[in-house]
């Protein structure tokens, strides 16, 4: 079973920048599209952004979409958020997660395996 292990969260000032990374463990992270969530107390986790199995596909959420860039680098068995032009409604936690295909998801129903999560907070 594949194991997700983020990192890169932090404190920032808005505006700033932050890369967060997923480490995966295991030979099946190129076989799967991949993807960001976010989590605020209280609250549902919502989509950010998904990319597939081979990186040449993403997607966003609109809230993301010309500040976030998803990325992965399958010979490293990692993932990435760049993260730019933060808002401090940005501050959540950060989840990685892997769906059960190759091709990009974003219905959460579609992840199967989840990382513990990085807190991100964005300071005005």
């Known amino acids: 079973q594949v194991q997700l292990v983020e990192s890169g969260g932090g404190l920032v000032q808005a505006g700033g920048s932050l890369r967060l990374s997923c480490a995966a463990s295991?030979?099946?992270?190129?076989?799967?599209?991949m993807g960001w969530f976010r989590q605020v107390p209280g609250k549902e986790r919502e989509f950010v952004a998904a990319?597939?199995?081979?990186?040449?596909?993403?997607h966003y959420a609109d809230s993301v979409k010309g500040r976030f860039t998803i990325s992965r680098d399958n010979a490293k068995n990692t993932l990435y958020l760049q993260m730019s032009s933060l808002k401090p409604e940005d501050t959540a936690v950060y989840y990685c997660?892997?769906?059960?295909?190759?091709?990009?998801?974003?219905?959460?129903?579609?992840?199967?395996?989840w990382g513990q999560g990085t807190q991100v907070t964005v300071s005005s």
């Open positions: 295991g030979r099946t992270f190129s076989s799967y599209a």
């Open positions: 997660a892997r769906t059960w295909a190759g091709t990009i998801r974003s219905a959460i129903s579609d992840f199967i395996s």
């Open positions: 990319i597939s199995w081979g990186g040449r596909n993403t």
